[in-house]
Nanobody, 118 residues
């Protein structure tokens, strides 16, 4: 059975850092493009970052470029999103999913809350 489990969220002050993890079970993460998404209260879900399974290339939304870094540990079947210089507007529930543009057959984690506030 396929599962994605995010962790690492929390409350952090502006300018702080967090590292989110997305651990997979039931399949090999490296076989899939994996995306990070976020949804803030009252807003639509948006794509934050994505990694291509073929060549390892990464994509970042303009709003996080230069501050967030996507990485992958194949031995742990886990991907990470390192988030630095966090801003209040980064506050959202963060999700990982099994594609950069997930469709109805893709899998999602349950989400992890990130709150950036002083």
């Amino acid at each position: 059975q396929v599962h994605l489990v995010e962790s690492g969220g929390g409350l952090v002050q502006p300018g702080g850092s967090l590292r989110l993890s997305c651990a997979a079970s039931g399949f090999t993460l490296d076989d899939y493009d994996i995306g990070w998404f976020r949804q803030a209260p009252g807003k639509e879900r948006e794509g934050v970052s994505c990694i291509n399974s073929n060549d390892g290339s990464t994509y970042y939304a303009d709003s996080v470029k230069g501050r967030f870094t996507f990485s992958r540990d194949n031995a742990k079947n886990t991907v990470y999103l390192q988030m630095n210089s966090l801003k209040p507007e980064d506050t959202a529930v963060y999700y990982c999913a099994t594609d950069c543009v997930p469709g109805p057959d893709d899998y999602w984690g349950q989400g992890t809350q990130v709150t950036v506030s002083s």
